[in-house]
C-alpha cells in the first residue's frame, strides 16, 4: 500500500528538528532508522503532516565514554550496539540483546533510540535499557531534560517523549563487575519476543550481592521484577536458588493473550526464562 502524502524536512541538527516538530504541530513523526515507521506508514495506520528525518544528525550517532556510562546516540544503530567495543566491555547485556533483534538487515537500519522511542511491547531493547537503569535524554522547545527509563516507558506503544521533542541520546550506566544475559522465546521468522528476560547479577564469594531483572512483553511497558531480585539478593548463586526466586517471575505483571500465546503460557515463560537469564548471568 502506498502512504499518504506527507512533507519532508531533512534535519541537520537537533535543534532544526526541534523546530520544523515545532512548526509541523502534533501531527508531525520523526524518521529515524525507519524500520518501525515506514511499515505504519505503508499499512496507512498512521499519516503524519510532515516526516522530520534526523538519520544524519551527527551529534546523535555517536557513542562516547563519560568515565562512569557510556552516551549513545539515539541514531546509533541495532548493529553498532550490538558491536561496539565499549558497549560489549561495559554494558554487555545491551550488546549481547541487540544482536537478537530482528535479522541483520533491520539492525543495520534500524536505530537503538528509534526502538526505545517507538515502545513495542514486544520490543527487546527497552527491556535491556530498563534493566540497566538508562537516562533517556530527549530536547524540546523549553531546552534538554533527562528522564529515568523507569519513568521513559509510559504504555503501549507511548513514552515520555512529546510530539515536539526529540530523543537525543540515551546514558547508560557502566555495569561493570555484573554478569549479563538476555533469553527471550520468540518465532525465529520474525523474531519478535513473545516473552523475554534481561538479567543482571552481581556475585561475590559465590553469593548474589544484587540482581536486576526485566520482562519483555509482560505488560504495557518493560517491567522490572522487583519480586525476584528482592528474594535473589543474599542467595547462593545455585540453580536451586536461583529457581525458586524465579517462581514469582510473572507477580504485578499483565500479560496479554494473542495469537502467539495466551497471558498464562507467557507467565509461564517468565518464570522459565528467568531462571535461564539469571542463572547464565550468575554463571551457575
Known amino acids: ?31 529515524g532508522g525507519g524500520q518501525s515507521l515506514l511499515p505504519v506508514l505503508r499499512l496507512r495506520l498512521n499519516a503524519p503532516s510532515t516526516i522530520v528525518d534526523v538519520s544524519n544528525i ?24 550490538a558491536n561496539n567495543a565499549l558497549v560489549k566491555a ?35 531493547l527497552p527491556t535491556a535499557a530498563a534493566a540497566l537503569e538508562c537516562e533517556f535524554i530527549i530536547a524540546g522547545p523549553g531546552g534538554r531534560r533527562t528522564v529515568s ?56 564469594g559465590g553469593v548474589i550481592t544484587d540482581a536486576r531483572v ?9 517491567i522490572r521484577a522487583t519480586s525476584v531480585e528482592a528474594a535473589l539478593k543474599g542467595q547462593p548463586a545455585t540453580a536451586d536458588a536461583i529457581k525458586a526466586a524465579a517462581v514469582s517471575a510473572a507477580e504485578g505483571t499483565k500479560p496479554t493473550s494473542d495469537v502467539h500465546a495466551d497471558a498464562e503460557f507467557r507467565s509461564h515463560l517468565a518464570r522459565v526464562l528467568t531462571g535461564r537469564a539469571v542463572a547464565a548471568a550468575a554463571g551457575a
Open 214 to 222: 526485566a520482562l519483555t512483553n509482560m505488560g504495557a511497558t518493560p
Open 90 to 124: 561495559h554494558a554487555p547485556l545491551l550488546s549481547m540483546t541487540a544482536d537478537t533483534v530482528a535479522d541483520r538487515a533491520i539492525r543495520h537500519r534500524g536505530t537503538f533510540g528509534g526502538s526505545c522511542a517507538h515502545a513495542d511491547p514486544a520490543g527487546d
Open 149 to 204: 527509563a523507569a519513568d521513559f516507558f509510559v504504555d503501549f506503544f507511548t513514552t515520555a517523549v512529546g510530539a515536539d521533542e526529540v530523543l537525543v541520546a540515551v546514558r547508560v550506566p557502566k555495569a561493570d563487575g555484573w554478569g549479563a544475559h538476555y533469553e527471550k522465546f520468540n518465532r525465529t521468522a520474525q523474531a519478535w519476543a513473545i516473552v523475554g528476560v534481561a538479567a543482571l547479577v552481581k556475585v561475590d
Open 1 to 31: 500500500m502506498i502512504p499518504n502524502t506527507f512533507d519532508y524536512v531533512k534535519a541537520s541538527s537537533v535543534d532544526e528538528a526541534v523546530s520544523a516538530l515545532a512548526a509541523a504541530g502534533e501531527d508531525a513523526k520523526v524518521l
Open 58 to 81: 551527527a551529534e546523535m550517532r555517536t557513542i562516547t565514554d563519560e568515565g562512569s556510562s557510556l552516551l549513545i546516540g539515539a541514531g546509533v544503530t541495532t548493529d553498532e550496539v
